[in-house]
């Protein structure tokens, strides 16, 4: 029996080592899970921190070449789940053609959401620095992760996931994202109107202040003259970050993705509080 697979893509400010809990998890139900890091970001993250030379010329292309090569290798098709600029990269693969399913959590935007909120724009800036140098990298500060990813965590909660999981983010693809709508052939570009890709579950966190609601929505709204399946899901009390905390969280993404896609077994279906089953089989 082949044992499905569930590939998570992080975002550009923070490791793949923030996925441990839902990594943890998903493997503790019996799926093989890939939380592999962007390529050049492999190796102990205060190192990587000192030097990331390794990286600060990526561009979002390369991100998702990256990991379209690695499930290439895979038998059978996976379980995509990004969170934030994972949530883009995850978009940008399904309509290439890849994935069984595919879930965004507080996703960057794909070209073609104009309505940029003023705090999303206002951070992505700030968090820049010299918008000249594409091959450098900028990192958040710890008040800036609080204000902005971890904003319902304390400040020592918050400095405690900082000190863990915050990570240098190439310039080059912030800025093929703020300036996608003005870029002929954007980086971030996806056929919206695509009938056949794998169906997409947009997450928003009702808390959060990079990727809000309105931002989400607006995203989801390109999609709807798609034949492919879309669903769009809020929680109330999510931030940005926090989403990588719960485990319920992981449990509802996984079940939709289970039961919206091709050829899966499923055994995970909706209940009438709008959760899922979490008797997940692999």
Sequence with gaps: MNITTIV??????????????????????????????????????????????????????????????????????????????????????????????????????????????????????????????????????????????????????????????????PNRVLLQTILANFTRHAATTVNARNDTRAPLLLVAGGKDRFAPPSLVKANFDLYRESKAETDYKEFPDQANFTFLQQTKIADYVLGWALYRSNGSKLTAVPNKTDAWSVQLSA
């Design 8 to 169: 998570l893509i992080n975002g550009l400010w923070i490791s793949a080592l923030s996925w441990e809990l839902w990594v943890q998890h998903y493997t503790d139900k019996g799926y093989r899970v890939i939380a592999a890091d962007w390529p050049g970001r492999e190796g102990e993250i205060e190192q990587l921190r000192g030097d990331p030379s390794n990286f600060a010329s990526l561009g979002l292309a390369d991100v998702v070449d990256y990991y379209e090569q690695l499930i290439r290798e895979l038998e059978t098709p996976p379980i995509i789940i990004g969170h934030s600029f994972g949530g883009l990269v995850t978009q940008i693969l399904l309509d290439r053609g890849w994935g069984a399913a595919g879930v965004a959590v507080a996703p960057a935007s794909i070209k073609g959401v104009r309505r940029l909120p003023l705090s999303s724009l206002k951070i992505a800036l700030s968090a820049l620095g010299n918008p000249f140098n594409k091959r450098e990298t900028t990192s958040l500060s710890p008040k800036q992760f609080h204000e902005t990813f971890a904003n319902t965590l304390t400040e020592a909660q918050s400095r405690s996931a900082f000190t863990r999981y915050a990570f240098p983010g």
